[in-house]
């Protein structure tokens, strides 16, 4: 049984940090491609940042280029997001989902993503 288990989510001031932390179980950790997804109220849910299953690619969205860092711990089954210079429009639950590509195009779509945590709920005050 697959399980994918987010942490790392809290309250914080505008231009802090928090760093998520995502484990995946049951699964060849490396054989994923490991992804952020953050889902405001009100608003669709979007891709954030992804990593391919050796951490050779990487993708992120506009609005975070330059503040995120995504790296993975394939041993220890890990994905990690730093998050940097924070704003109150990164406020939102942040899900870690776990997928393999369908095709050859990067980023992979999220219905590649096939196995979902439960979500961190991250704060930023202004």
């Known amino acids: 049984q697959v399980q994918v288990v987010e942490s790392g989510g809290g309250l914080v001031q505008a231009g802090g940090s928090l760093r998520l932390s995502c484990t995946a179980s049951?699964?060849?950790?490396?054989?994923?491609?490991i992804g952020w997804f953050r889902q405001a109220p009100g608003k669709e849910r979007e891709g954030v940042s992804m990593?391919?299953?050796?951490?050779?690619?990487?993708y992120y969205t506009d609005s975070v280029k330059g503040r995120f860092t995504i790296s993975r711990d394939n041993a220890k089954n890990t994905l990690y997001l730093q998050m940097n210079s924070l704003k109150p429009g990164d406020t939102a639950m942040y899900y870690c989902?776990?997928?393999?590509?369908?095709?050859?195009?990067?980023?992979?779509?999220?219905?590649?993503?096939?196995?979902w945590g439960q979500g961190t709920q991250v704060t930023v005050s202004p």
């Open positions: 989902a776990a997928g393999r590509m369908s095709s050859a195009g990067w980023p992979p779509q999220e219905s590649d993503f096939r196995y």
């Open positions: 049951g699964l060849v950790f490396e054989s994923y491609v």
């Open positions: 990593i391919s299953g050796h951490g050779k690619r990487t």
